[in-house]
């Protein structure tokens, strides 16, 4: 069976550029996103085949380590697509999932943030509307950490 997609799109209040910078500063996610994830480890230079590990926080209720593989990286279409290699999963067995997230401006201090999330579950079916919306909460969720800290910090990733 095809893997399932599900996609979202949501505002954010800081310009394109800066939630750009801070996406590919995965390092920085622990000051940025602070209480969600608590250490970064990154295996590579920042492109297609890096490995990034996230420590999260047990507090978070989300799950211990979040491991993925850069796929694309592309700074002029500002997108970035992910593989997960290793996930807690709160929704389902998932036999596959990958993310892509693309940002658009729509203003010197605004922009649009798209995601788009495939997903396999280890049985062939697909997940409830309420199970998929737990996945796009939970990375816009992190995107909304990022924002909150951008806009309580103008001067960085200016």
């Known amino acids: 069976m095809a893997p399932a997609c599900v996609s979202d799109e949501r ?3 800081v310009s394109v550029e800066r939630v750009w910078k801070v996406c590919l500063d995965v390092q920085a996610l622990p000051k940025v996103c602070a209480g969600f994830v608590d250490a ?3 295996e590579g230079n920042g492109g297609p085949g890096t490995i990034h590990i996230m420590k999260l926080n047990p507090a978070a209720g989300v799950g211990s380590t979040y491991k993925t593989r850069v796929t694309v990286c592309d700074g002029a279409a500002h997108v970035l697509k992910s593989e997960v290699l290793e996930a807690e999963s709160s ?17 010197d201090a605004s922009c649009v ?7 396999e579950l280890e049985d062939g079916g697909s997940l409830s ?14 995107l909304k950490m990022i924002e909150d800290y951008l806009v309580a910090h103008p001067n ?3």
Do not use: C
Request: no cysteine; hydrophobic share 35%.
């Open 11 to 13: 505002a954010v209040a």
């Open 40 to 42: 970064v480890e990154v």
């Open 91 to 107: 929704v389902g067995k998932l036999k596959s999932h990958s993310t892509e997230t693309k940002l658009e401006a729509t203003g």
């Open 113 to 119: 943030a798209k995601l788009k999330v495939e997903y």
């Open 129 to 142: 509307p309420e199970k998929e919306k737990i996945i796009v909460d939970g990375y816009y969720g992190m």
């Open 156 to 158: 960085e990733y200016a």
